[in-house]
């Protein structure tokens, strides 16, 4: 037996960053090997992945298949301002996304199975790199997860503003497909006393979101979209032109259909530009995700165990957040659910902080779908 709310805060305090979660690993395996003590060796194995630091726990008890069950390891690079004293010990990175708690409720969950031991074949997936970095991708293509016939998939993610004892969720689409970007257009720099001697990036950079939001304002009559530049790069001086100008930004939509679209559209526009302005042009397609879509029949069996454990269940809005989660639920029939955190603070705040009393809802959830 391991104590799951000591295991949340020693996770607490080393955050790493995607596919760096070594520690983090290290500290999953030892509470794993404490739990799985005394366990029957012949219905537990542990796999590693080649590459990354991921972990996969089999649970093999009938020839039924397998439910997944699913929690996202890596950190953010945040400086925590939280003040606990289970604080990350790492500077500038921090849980601010609360898969410390996802790690020790998936833990608590195989912690349950080991007393229990249920007639249903079980997989716990440990997976790092979910914050944009292809942490699902990448687990998936090494194919171990496919071998496994998998009848259901489950993730929850904790969720600020929401009280301890709630939870959120809606049948269909819940997550949205992000996509990131990255616009360059590329000039000659100058004096501006001779401007005719340059080619200004940024008025090109500039013309480029102004035509984009023009266009993208009729899609926005039919489909919902976030289209947003969050950075520019440009110049170096106040009286130069500037020769590059680099735009980052992200995209969200509700189909893979109309992230595509918008990408075309990114393309199209960027060469439109370049031309016109005498400048190059150079577009970079990054982290994207499929959408998450919740089956049906498992929110409907997350609403019943809410209504026999007493647990607040709140209808939810399509969220516009992405989250790698849609990678297994394109594959499989799949659930994912907000856990309430009590914490006040958004996600991704250098205050986030959960209370550790939802640690003991999120596993009683989890559990209650292996009766």
């Known amino acids: 037996m391991i104590d799951i709310i000591e295991l949340r805060h020693n996770l607490h305090r080393i955050p790493e960053l995607a596919f760096q979660e070594y520690k983090t690993k290290a500290l999953l395996e030892e509470s794993i090997f404490k739990i799985l003590q005394n366990q029957p060796e012949n219905i537990w194995k542990l796999h590693y992945f080649n590459n990354s630091t ?8 009938t020839k039924k298949p397998y439910l997944l069950f699913r929690a996202d390891m890596d950190g953010l690079p945040i400086a925590e301002k939280t003040g606990v004293s289970y604080a990350s010990e790492h500077p500038n990175l921090m849980h601010a996304c609360g898969h410390d708690v996802h790690l020790s409720i ?7 199975v080991t007393q229990t031991l249920p007639q249903q074949n079980l997989l716990f997936l440990f997976q790092p790199a979910e914050e944009g970095e292809g942490g699902a991708q990448s687990v998936l293509a090494e194919g171990i997860i496919q071998k496994f016939e998998i009848e259901s998939v489950f ?31 590329y000039g000659k720099a100058a004096h501006i006393a ?16 102004n035509i984009m939001e023009e266009k993208l304002t009729e899609l926005k009559k039919t489909e919902r ?10 110049g170096t001086i106040r ?6 100008c680099i735009l980052e930004g992200t995209h969200r939509s509700l189909s ?7 990408n075309a559209l990114i393309q199209k526009t960027a060469e ?31 609403q019943e165990i809410c209504f026999q454990q007493n647990i607040k269940y709140i209808p939810a809005q399509i969220s516009m957040t992405g989250e790698d989660f849609g990678f297994f639920t394109t594959l499989y029939p799949g659930l994912l659910f907000w856990l309430g955190s009590g914490c006040s603070y958004p996600l991704h705040s250098d205050k986030f902080l959960p209370r550790d009393e939802c640690l003991e809802i999120g596993i009683r959830i989890m559990s209650a779908f292996l009766e």
Not at 106 to 112: E, K, V
Not at 158 to 169: D, F, M, N, Q, R
């Open 54 to 61: 991921g972990l996969l726990l089999e649970y093999t008890c």
């Open 106 to 112: 998936l833990t608590g969950l195989i912690q349950f």
């Open 155 to 185: 993730a929850l993610h904790i969720a600020s503003e929401l009280p301890v004892g709630s939870v959120s969720a809606k049948e269909g689409i819940f997550f949205a497909v992000p996509q990131e970007f990255d616009v360059c257009f």
């Open 194 to 209: 001779f401007p005719e001697k340059g080619i200004d990036a940024l008025s090109a950079g500039i013309k480029f979101m």
């Open 225 to 234: 979209i976030i289209f947003h530049i969050g950075k520019m790069s440009s």
């Open 239 to 244: 009286n130069v032109i500037a020769d590059k």
């Open 256 to 262: 893979k259909k109309t992230s595509q679209q918008i």
């Open 272 to 302: 439109i530009v370049a031309r016109e302005t005498n400048t190059q042009s150079e577009v970079k397609f990054l982290a994207s995700y499929d959408p998450v879509i919740n089956e049906a029949n498992l929110v409907h069996r997350l």
